[in-house]
């Protein structure tokens, strides 16, 4: 596996690939990396020549100074478990060679999708994702870009870029990848309390069990068992919404719509978590 760790390099790397015919597919990541990224990359290695990772903390995307601060990272560890899943090259930029004109987000308009969830709740987050895919997307020109459903609503957005700009690659969603217990693997994870890592399998059981719910209830009544369900454990629910898939407007009745997901936020002590699931 190569490191690169300049954007010279990493033009020139591109250069060469192209010019032999490669297929590039490419995995963007914020570094901390588990087994959920490493599912991404496995699937890379399967649909393309090779396979390259990035890892840069994006500052654009916080819209919380200390959670930037805090966010992992785990260069070293990194590169191992990439060396050993067999990933080809590894891209760590430097903050420059991303935003060289300044630290900033362009302004995107994606038909309302950045105004849900996760949009009210971390306001400007997805111009930051979406100014920071598309530098990669313009450095790597990769093939394919693969996308985790654990941020399904960043991976819409990405769905979205791609249309509207016309972008020659393909968008490849992959499945969430858990813990044993159900926990939505996350670099997040790793800083929650021995106490707050025990209670946290509580989300996607509550999903779990709110999918079951919705077959005899309204979405209103989902809703509130839900919300009684998080109540009785020591994790704060942020928001819980039933959404198309494709539009990811919160529906309020469940015949309205054939595709349904289900998304929440939750705080485990200081730590915000975000997960979903299927409800067809
Ligand atoms: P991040 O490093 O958190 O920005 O994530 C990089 C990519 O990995 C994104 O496409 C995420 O959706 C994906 N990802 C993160 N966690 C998981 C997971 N548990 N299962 C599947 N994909 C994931």
């Known amino acids: 596996m190569i490191l690169i760790k300049s954007l010279r390099e990493m033009l020139s790397w591109v250069e060469t690939q192209k010019k032999s015919g490669q297929k590039i597919g490419f995995v963007p990541t914020m ?3 588990h087994q959920g990224h490493i599912s991404l990359v496995q699937k890379s290695k399967e649909e393309n020549d090779l396979t390259i990772v990035s890892v840069f903390v994006n500052p654009t995307q916080f ?15 990194d590169t191992q478990l990439l060396e050993d899943a067999g990933c ?61 459903e654990k941020d399904f609503q960043q991976l819409r957005i990405i769905q979205e870029l791609v249309q509207q ?23 997040r994870n ?9 209670e946290s399998p509580k989300i ?22 839900v919300q009684n369900q998080f109540n009785a454990t020591k994790l704060d629910l942020e928001y819980f919404e039933i959404a198309d898939e ?13 595709n349904l997901r289900g998304f929440l936020a939750v705080f485990a002590g200081e730590i915000r978590l975000i997960d979903n699931i299927d409800l067809g």
Do not use: C, W
């Open 246 to 258: 494709k539009t990811l407007e919160s529906v309020s009745e469940k015949e309205n719509s054939e």
């Open 31 to 33: 570094g901390a990396l």
């Open 190 to 198: 790793t800083r929650l309390t021995e106490e707050m890592r025990e």
């Open 88 to 148: 080809d090259a590894v891209f760590f930029p430097k903050i420059e060679d991303i935003y060289p004109n300044g630290e900033k987000s362009e302004n995107y308009n994606f038909e309302g999708i950045e105004n849900q969830m996760e949009g009210k709740f971390r306001p400007g987050h997805f111009d930051g994702v979406a100014t920071v895919v598309r530098r990669f997307f313009e450095i790597i020109q990769p093939d394919k870009a693969y996308f985790g």
């Open 165 to 187: 700009l016309n972008l020659p690659l393909q968008i490849v969603p992959v499945p969430i990848m858990r813990e044993s217990d159900g926990l939505a693997m996350s670099s």
């Open 63 to 77: 819209n919380n100074a200390d959670d930037l601060k805090k966010y992992p990272r785990t260069e070293d560890a």
């Open 204 to 225: 996607h059981q509550i999903l779990r069990e709110a999918k079951i719910f919705l077959q005899n209830h309204s979405v209103q009544e989902t809703k509130e068992f």
